[in-house]
T-cell receptor, first 118, second 113 residues
C-alpha cells in the first residue's frame, strides 16, 4: 500500500538556523498538507498546498515558514531562523482529488520529522 | 474558525469493555469527521470517518455517531483489546475547503489485560 514518506526522521538544529523538512506524498495525490504536533499537544494545521500554490495557511504559518514542490515528487517545508518553540513533530499529509474538484477528504499522514531546536 | 473539543483526555478500561470518546465542534459548516489512531512515536492513521449526510457508521468493533444538531460526534469501541491502546484524535473538516483538518486534543486510551 502506498505511503507518505518523510525525511529526516529526526532533525536537531541550533536556534537561528534554517531547516528543510522533506516529504514524498502518495504519487497520485494532488493536495498536500503540513501539520505539527508539539509534544503532548494536539495536531495543528500549518498549511495546505494545491496546484503549486498555498490554498490555506494557519496563523502559525508566518513569514518564517515556506513550502515548495521543487519537482514532481517532493514537497518541502522550510523553517527560517528556527526558534526553541518550533521544536515539534512535523507531519506531512496528502489526499487525492474528488471528481468534480475539491480534495477527497481522507488524508494520509507521513511518519513525521521530529525537529529539536537547541 | 473551527474549534474541536475532545473528552476525556485519558480513558482506562478493562479488556473486553467498551470505550466511548466524545467530540464537539463549533462550525456548522463542517461536514467531514475522521478519527485517527496514533500509537507511540508513529503516524496518525485513519480508523473511521463519517460525513454529515449520515448519522452512524460502523466497521467491525468501531462505530462513530454524529449529531449535527448538537454538533457532536462520538467514537465507540466495543470488546476492547490491549492493542487498542493508543491516542485517539477526532477531527473536523469543511470538505471542499481544501480539506484542512482541525483536531481535538486527543484521548489516551489504555486497555488493561
Amino acid at each position: 500500500e502506498p505511503e507518505v514518506t518523510q525525511t529526516p526522521s529526526h532533525q536537531v538544529t541550533q536556534m537561528g538556523q534554517e531547516v528543510i523538512l522533506r516529504c514524498v506524498p502518495i504519487s497520485n495525490h494532488l493536495y498536500f498538507y503540513w501539520y505539527r504536533q508539539i509534544l503532548g499537544q494536539k495536531v495543528e494545521f500549518l498549511v495546505s498546498f494545491y496546484n503549486n500554490e498555498i490554498s490555506e495557511k494557519s496563523e502559525i504559518f508566518d513569514d518564517q515558514f515556506s513550502v515548495e514542490r521543487p519537482d514532481g515528487s517532493n514537497f518541502t517545508l522550510k523553517i527560517r531562523s528556527t526558534k526553541l518553540e518550533d521544536s515539534a513533530m512535523y507531519f506531512c499529509a496528502s489526499s487525492e482529488p474528488l471528481r468534480g474538484g475539491g480534495p477527497y477528504n481522507e488524508q494520509f499522514f507521513g511518519p513525521g520529522t521530529r525537529l529539536t531546536v537547541l | 474558525g473551527e474549534n474541536v473539543e475532545q473528552h476525556p483526555s485519558t480513558l482506562s478500561v478493562q479488556e473486553g469493555d467498551s470505550a466511548v470518546i466524545k467530540c464537539t465542534y463549533s462550525d456548522s459548516a463542517s461536514n467531514y469527521f475522521p478519527w485517527y489512531k496514533q500509537e507511540l512515536g508513529k503516524r496518525p492513521q485513519l480508523i473511521i470517518d463519517i460525513r454529515s449526510n449520515v448519522g452512524e457508521k460502523k466497521d467491525q468493533r468501531i462505530a462513530v455517531t454524529l449529531n449535527k444538531t448538537a454538533k457532536h460526534f462520538s467514537l465507540h469501541i466495543t470488546e476492547t483489546q490491549p492493542e487498542d491502546s493508543a491516542v485517539y484524535f477526532c477531527a473536523a473538516s469543511k470538505g471542499r475547503s481544501y480539506g484542512k483538518l482541525t483536531f481535538g486534543q486527543g484521548t489516551i486510551l489504555t486497555v488493561h489485560p
